[in-house]
């Protein structure tokens, strides 16, 4: 009896590791929703993975998927070495200069000083919304991420 649950151990092992790309890959596009749609009010970069998500950003304004590209601002982790570096804004500014792609980016006001997670995000772009009458929004993050910002922003966008 042992013997036959090992073999058929070993046998499904093998049978995983034959097929780990079809799995690996099913399991990466599960977590990966685009569902971007033309006519939006402003697309919406969250912050981290700004070398990923704002030439993404821009190829989708290009194409005429939305009106404005807007920006959400990160907590700084270090005061005294943020100083130091490009703000998103900046880093926006010179990735749409590479592309040779002019984008105006607007900056998403922080209600707490910067955003420690993708809920501030979304309590900060509620509030800009509101204030700005956005009602069509692409949100921009990477693939892995996107399910679970979706997620984040229906939880606060609910009723909205």
Known sequence: MKRKILISLIVVFILLLSQYKLLFTSYAHFFTVDNASVGADAIVVLSGGKWTRVPHAIRLYSKGYGKRVLLTNERPRNLKLYKHF???LQIANKISDVL???VN???VP???NGATSTLDEAHDLLAFSNKENLKHLIIVTDGFHTRRAIYAFKKVFRGS
């Open 100 to 102: 040779n792609t002019p």
């Open 110 to 112: 922080s209600l707490k």
């Open 105 to 107: 980016f607007e900056e």
């Open 86 to 88: 490009s703000s998103n």
